[in-house]
Protein backbone atom coordinates (compact mmCIF):
# COMPACT_ATOMS: atom_id res chain seq x y z
CA UNK A 1 0.00 0.00 0.00
CA UNK A 2 1.33 3.49 -0.95
CA UNK A 3 1.77 5.91 2.09
CA UNK A 4 -0.30 9.24 1.62
CA UNK A 5 1.89 12.27 1.96
CA UNK A 6 -0.26 15.49 2.28
CA UNK A 7 2.31 17.87 3.56
CA UNK A 8 5.00 19.94 0.89
CA UNK A 9 7.62 19.11 3.24
CA UNK A 10 6.83 15.39 3.68
CA UNK A 11 6.83 14.44 0.20
CA UNK A 12 10.60 16.50 0.10
CA UNK A 13 11.34 14.25 3.07
CA UNK A 14 10.16 11.39 1.37
CA UNK A 15 12.74 11.89 -1.61
CA UNK A 16 15.54 12.73 0.16
CA UNK A 17 14.48 10.32 2.35
CA UNK A 18 14.86 7.31 -0.41
CA UNK A 19 18.14 9.08 -1.74
CA UNK A 20 19.84 9.02 1.50
CA UNK A 21 18.80 5.88 2.90
CA UNK A 22 17.26 4.75 6.25
CA UNK A 23 20.66 5.44 7.99
CA UNK A 24 18.86 8.19 10.76
CA UNK A 25 21.82 8.17 13.37
CA UNK A 26 24.04 9.05 10.41
CA UNK A 27 26.17 11.75 12.03
CA UNK A 28 26.09 15.42 9.77
CA UNK A 29 29.32 16.71 9.30
CA UNK A 30 29.74 19.07 6.65
CA UNK A 31 26.08 20.55 4.74
CA UNK A 32 22.79 21.14 5.38
CA UNK A 33 19.70 21.80 3.28
CA UNK A 34 17.68 24.50 3.57
CA UNK A 35 14.28 23.20 2.51
CA UNK A 36 12.50 26.68 2.50
CA UNK A 37 10.17 27.82 0.00
CA UNK A 38 10.84 24.62 -2.52
CA UNK A 39 7.31 23.45 -2.49
CA UNK A 40 6.34 26.79 -3.88
CA UNK A 41 7.62 25.44 -7.39
CA UNK A 42 8.08 27.81 -10.41
CA UNK A 43 6.52 30.54 -7.95
CA UNK A 44 9.89 30.43 -6.97
CA UNK A 45 11.25 33.23 -9.51
CA UNK A 46 8.42 35.27 -8.43
CA UNK A 47 9.22 35.47 -5.16
CA UNK A 48 12.86 36.03 -6.11
CA UNK A 49 11.77 39.35 -7.89
CA UNK A 50 9.80 40.47 -5.38
CA UNK A 51 12.15 40.07 -2.34
CA UNK A 52 15.07 41.80 -4.28
CA UNK A 53 13.01 44.75 -4.89
CA UNK A 54 12.30 44.94 -0.75
CA UNK A 55 15.66 43.80 -0.52
CA UNK A 56 16.98 46.73 -2.67
CA UNK A 57 14.43 49.50 -1.09
CA UNK A 58 15.88 47.90 2.63
CA UNK A 59 19.25 48.60 1.53
CA UNK A 60 18.96 52.04 -0.25
CA UNK A 61 16.56 53.00 2.70
CA UNK A 62 18.70 52.76 5.48
CA UNK A 63 22.45 53.47 3.56
CA UNK A 64 20.02 57.27 2.84
CA UNK A 65 19.54 57.32 6.51
CA UNK A 66 22.87 56.97 7.79
CA UNK A 67 24.42 59.26 4.70
CA UNK A 68 21.83 61.97 5.53
CA UNK A 69 23.16 62.18 9.45
CA UNK A 70 26.65 61.77 8.99
CA UNK A 71 26.18 64.81 6.46
CA UNK A 72 24.04 66.85 7.98
CA UNK A 73 25.03 68.68 11.32
CA UNK A 74 21.39 69.28 12.50
CA UNK A 75 20.55 65.59 12.50
CA UNK A 76 24.18 65.22 15.15
CA UNK A 77 21.93 64.44 18.22
CA UNK A 78 21.11 61.72 20.49
CA UNK A 79 17.98 60.60 18.77
CA UNK A 80 19.66 60.49 15.33
CA UNK A 81 22.63 58.89 16.62
CA UNK A 82 20.80 56.03 17.69
CA UNK A 83 18.78 56.03 14.56
CA UNK A 84 22.26 55.30 12.44
CA UNK A 85 22.90 52.74 14.72
CA UNK A 86 19.69 51.46 14.00
CA UNK A 87 19.47 51.60 10.69
CA UNK A 88 23.22 49.92 10.67
CA UNK A 89 22.02 47.00 12.33
CA UNK A 90 19.12 46.31 9.96
CA UNK A 91 21.53 46.56 7.38
CA UNK A 92 23.36 43.51 8.79
CA UNK A 93 20.43 41.96 10.08
CA UNK A 94 18.44 41.63 7.09
CA UNK A 95 21.48 40.94 4.39
CA UNK A 96 22.47 38.02 6.96
CA UNK A 97 19.45 35.86 5.15
CA UNK A 98 18.16 37.77 1.89
CA UNK A 99 21.23 37.63 0.27
CA UNK A 100 21.51 33.61 0.07
CA UNK A 101 17.36 33.41 0.71
CA UNK A 102 17.58 34.95 -3.31
CA UNK A 103 20.45 32.27 -4.61
CA UNK A 104 18.25 29.73 -3.18
CA UNK A 105 15.52 30.65 -4.65
CA UNK A 106 16.61 30.21 -8.10
CA UNK A 107 18.74 27.13 -7.69
CA UNK A 108 17.88 23.65 -6.78
CA UNK A 109 20.59 22.83 -4.32
CA UNK A 110 19.51 24.50 -1.38
CA UNK A 111 22.23 24.18 0.53
CA UNK A 112 24.86 25.89 3.31
CA UNK A 113 27.73 24.30 5.32
CA UNK A 114 27.16 23.91 9.08
CA UNK A 115 30.23 26.83 9.49
CA UNK A 116 27.60 29.14 7.04
CA UNK A 117 24.57 28.14 8.96
CA UNK A 118 26.57 28.87 12.38
CA UNK A 119 27.59 32.22 10.64
CA UNK A 120 24.41 33.22 9.60
CA UNK A 121 23.12 32.22 13.39
CA UNK A 122 25.87 34.37 14.96
CA UNK A 123 25.17 37.55 12.88
CA UNK A 124 21.04 37.58 13.07
CA UNK A 125 20.66 36.66 16.60
CA UNK A 126 23.49 39.43 17.71
CA UNK A 127 21.73 41.84 15.38
CA UNK A 128 18.43 41.10 16.42
CA UNK A 129 19.22 41.18 20.69
CA UNK A 130 20.92 44.31 19.68
CA UNK A 131 18.28 45.78 18.39
CA UNK A 132 15.98 45.12 21.29
CA UNK A 133 18.50 46.57 23.63
CA UNK A 134 18.96 49.82 21.25
CA UNK A 135 15.00 50.32 21.09
CA UNK A 136 15.10 50.63 24.75
CA UNK A 137 18.09 53.22 24.64
CA UNK A 138 15.76 55.52 22.21
CA UNK A 139 12.70 54.75 24.42
CA UNK A 140 14.57 56.55 27.26
CA UNK A 141 16.56 59.42 24.89
CA UNK A 142 12.20 59.50 24.30
CA UNK A 143 11.63 59.76 28.08
CA UNK A 144 14.10 62.22 28.94
CA UNK A 145 13.56 64.53 26.41
CA UNK A 146 9.72 64.98 27.11
CA UNK A 147 10.04 63.98 31.03
CA UNK A 148 13.06 66.16 31.63
CA UNK A 149 13.29 68.57 28.63
CA UNK A 150 15.49 71.16 30.74
CA UNK A 151 18.23 68.69 31.86
CA UNK A 152 18.14 66.65 28.33
CA UNK A 153 21.71 67.91 26.79
CA UNK A 154 23.12 67.22 30.47
CA UNK A 155 21.73 63.59 31.03
CA UNK A 156 21.89 62.65 27.29
CA UNK A 157 25.48 63.55 26.88
CA UNK A 158 27.62 62.24 23.54
CA UNK A 159 29.39 59.80 26.08
CA UNK A 160 26.04 58.53 27.58
CA UNK A 161 24.68 57.98 24.19
CA UNK A 162 27.90 56.12 22.84
CA UNK A 163 27.85 54.35 26.02
CA UNK A 164 24.09 53.46 25.42
CA UNK A 165 24.79 52.08 21.83
CA UNK A 166 28.06 50.49 23.42
CA UNK A 167 26.04 48.39 26.19
CA UNK A 168 23.68 47.40 22.93
CA UNK A 169 26.12 46.08 21.08
CA UNK A 170 27.77 44.24 24.00
CA UNK A 171 24.63 42.55 25.19
CA UNK A 172 24.05 41.45 22.02
CA UNK A 173 27.42 40.32 20.97
CA UNK A 174 28.16 38.44 23.83
CA UNK A 175 25.20 36.99 25.34
CA UNK A 176 24.40 35.17 21.45
CA UNK A 177 27.91 33.89 21.08
CA UNK A 178 28.00 32.08 23.91
CA UNK A 179 24.14 30.77 23.05
CA UNK A 180 25.14 30.11 19.29
CA UNK A 181 28.34 28.22 20.36
CA UNK A 182 26.67 26.05 22.84
CA UNK A 183 23.88 25.32 20.20
CA UNK A 184 26.85 24.20 17.74
CA UNK A 185 28.93 22.02 20.14
CA UNK A 186 26.26 19.69 20.26
CA UNK A 187 26.10 16.66 17.58
CA UNK A 188 24.18 16.64 14.95
CA UNK A 189 22.60 13.23 13.27
CA UNK A 190 19.76 11.86 11.07
CA UNK A 191 17.99 14.05 8.55
CA UNK A 192 20.40 17.09 7.16
CA UNK A 193 17.15 19.28 6.11
CA UNK A 194 16.01 22.14 7.73
CA UNK A 195 12.31 23.11 6.91
CA UNK A 196 13.15 26.93 7.17
CA UNK A 197 14.96 29.75 4.58
CA UNK A 198 17.56 29.95 7.41
CA UNK A 199 19.25 28.46 10.02
CA UNK A 200 16.91 29.75 12.95
CA UNK A 201 17.45 28.01 16.65
CA UNK A 202 14.52 25.82 17.13
CA UNK A 203 14.44 24.37 13.54
CA UNK A 204 18.64 23.50 14.22
CA UNK A 205 17.97 22.34 17.80
CA UNK A 206 15.58 19.37 16.19
CA UNK A 207 18.55 18.17 14.70
CA UNK A 208 20.52 17.44 18.08
CA UNK A 209 21.23 13.85 18.60
CA UNK A 210 21.21 14.90 22.60
CA UNK A 211 19.66 16.38 25.24
CA UNK A 212 18.49 19.91 24.19
CA UNK A 213 16.38 20.57 27.54
CA UNK A 214 19.41 23.36 28.96
CA UNK A 215 19.58 24.92 25.58
CA UNK A 216 15.54 25.21 24.97
CA UNK A 217 15.90 26.55 28.81
CA UNK A 218 18.73 29.46 28.15
CA UNK A 219 16.67 30.29 25.05
CA UNK A 220 13.95 30.81 27.01
CA UNK A 221 16.13 33.08 29.31
CA UNK A 222 17.42 35.21 27.15
CA UNK A 223 13.80 36.36 25.31
CA UNK A 224 12.87 36.64 28.72
CA UNK A 225 15.66 38.97 30.47
CA UNK A 226 17.39 40.17 27.07
CA UNK A 227 14.34 40.30 24.99
CA UNK A 228 11.35 41.00 27.07
CA UNK A 229 13.20 42.95 29.58
CA UNK A 230 14.28 45.96 26.82
CA UNK A 231 10.29 45.99 25.72
CA UNK A 232 9.35 46.43 29.24
CA UNK A 233 10.97 49.37 29.75
CA UNK A 234 10.09 50.47 26.53
CA UNK A 235 6.51 49.89 27.81
CA UNK A 236 7.36 51.88 31.47
CA UNK A 237 9.16 54.48 29.69
CA UNK A 238 6.07 55.81 27.54
CA UNK A 239 3.93 55.22 30.49
CA UNK A 240 5.46 58.26 31.81
CA UNK A 241 5.73 59.67 28.25
CA UNK A 242 2.20 59.56 27.73
CA UNK A 243 1.32 60.54 31.33
CA UNK A 244 3.38 63.54 30.82
CA UNK A 245 1.87 64.62 27.30
CA UNK A 246 -1.13 64.39 28.77
CA UNK A 247 -0.58 66.70 31.49
CA UNK A 248 0.76 69.74 28.84
CA UNK A 249 -1.37 72.53 29.34
CA UNK A 250 -1.74 73.09 25.29
CA UNK A 251 -3.09 70.74 22.17
CA UNK A 252 -0.20 72.10 20.30
CA UNK A 253 2.34 71.41 22.86
CA UNK A 254 0.86 67.89 23.11
CA UNK A 255 0.99 67.24 19.23
CA UNK A 256 4.53 68.08 19.21
CA UNK A 257 5.68 66.07 22.11
CA UNK A 258 3.65 63.32 20.53
CA UNK A 259 5.22 63.78 17.03
CA UNK A 260 8.73 63.21 18.08
CA UNK A 261 7.76 59.79 19.59
CA UNK A 262 5.42 58.44 17.00
CA UNK A 263 8.16 57.29 14.69
CA UNK A 264 10.05 55.00 17.45
CA UNK A 265 6.89 53.99 18.47
CA UNK A 266 5.65 52.49 15.29
CA UNK A 267 9.04 50.91 14.83
CA UNK A 268 8.70 49.63 18.53
CA UNK A 269 4.95 48.12 17.40
CA UNK A 270 6.04 46.63 13.98
CA UNK A 271 9.47 45.14 15.42
CA UNK A 272 8.07 43.36 18.76
CA UNK A 273 4.61 42.41 16.96
CA UNK A 274 5.96 40.61 14.13
CA UNK A 275 9.44 38.86 17.13
CA UNK A 276 6.53 37.80 19.20
CA UNK A 277 4.26 36.56 16.38
CA UNK A 278 7.12 34.32 15.01
CA UNK A 279 8.75 32.83 18.67
CA UNK A 280 6.61 33.40 21.64
CA UNK A 281 3.25 32.18 19.44
CA UNK A 282 1.37 28.68 19.87
CA UNK A 283 3.15 26.76 17.28
CA UNK A 284 0.87 23.52 17.97
CA UNK A 285 -1.77 25.95 16.00
CA UNK A 286 0.75 27.18 13.16
CA UNK A 287 2.14 25.17 10.13
CA UNK A 288 5.67 25.65 8.59
CA UNK A 289 4.71 27.99 5.58
CA UNK A 290 2.92 30.56 8.36
CA UNK A 291 5.91 30.39 10.34
CA UNK A 292 8.34 31.06 7.53
CA UNK A 293 5.94 33.90 6.44
CA UNK A 294 5.98 35.71 9.54
CA UNK A 295 9.84 34.79 9.41
CA UNK A 296 10.29 36.80 6.49
CA UNK A 297 8.12 39.63 7.16
CA UNK A 298 10.02 40.31 10.53
CA UNK A 299 13.14 39.62 8.46
CA UNK A 300 12.91 41.98 5.47
CA UNK A 301 9.87 43.58 5.52
CA UNK A 302 10.32 45.43 8.85
CA UNK A 303 13.56 46.72 8.19
CA UNK A 304 12.58 47.91 4.65
CA UNK A 305 10.00 50.25 6.47
CA UNK A 306 12.02 51.55 9.41
CA UNK A 307 13.63 54.58 7.00
CA UNK A 308 10.31 55.30 5.46
CA UNK A 309 8.61 55.34 8.74
CA UNK A 310 11.38 57.88 9.84
CA UNK A 311 11.70 59.55 6.76
CA UNK A 312 8.07 60.38 5.57
CA UNK A 313 6.39 61.09 9.76
CA UNK A 314 9.74 63.21 10.44
CA UNK A 315 10.36 66.87 9.27
CA UNK A 316 13.63 67.22 10.20
CA UNK A 317 14.86 64.28 8.31
CA UNK A 318 12.92 65.30 5.34
CA UNK A 319 13.69 69.07 5.37
CA UNK A 320 17.97 67.28 5.73
CA UNK A 321 16.74 65.26 2.71
CA UNK A 322 15.85 68.36 0.68
CA UNK A 323 19.07 70.17 1.88
CA UNK A 324 21.40 67.26 0.49
CA UNK A 325 19.33 67.22 -2.67
CA UNK A 326 19.98 70.53 -3.21
CA UNK A 327 23.49 70.81 -2.73
CA UNK A 328 23.88 68.44 -4.95
CA UNK A 329 21.45 69.47 -7.90
CA UNK A 330 24.06 72.89 -7.13
CA UNK A 331 27.16 70.80 -7.63
CA UNK A 332 26.36 69.47 -10.86
CA UNK A 333 24.82 72.86 -11.95
CA UNK A 334 28.05 74.60 -11.06
CA UNK A 335 30.15 71.54 -12.53
CA UNK A 336 28.21 71.46 -15.59
Not at 122 to 145: F, H, K, N, S
Not at 219 to 228: A, D, E
Not at 276 to 296: C, H, N, P
Amino acid sequence: MMMMIEHPYEMIDAVIYSKRGPDENQTISDVLILVGFSYLNKLQVLLFLVLLLIYLVTLMGNFLVILLIKLNPSLHTPMYFFLLNLSALEICFTSSVVPQLLVHLLVEEKTIPIAGCAAQMYVITITGLTECCLLAAMAYDRYVAICHPLHYTTIMSSRVCVQLAAASWFIGIWVEIAQITWIFSLPFCGSNHIHHFFCDIPPVLKMACADTSKNEIMVFIVSVVFIMGPFLLIILSYVRIISTIFKMPSAEGRRKAFSTCSSHLTVVTLFYGLALITYLGVKSSSTSESDQIIALMNIIVSPALNPIIYTLRNKEVKGALRKTVGKTSFSQRQRN
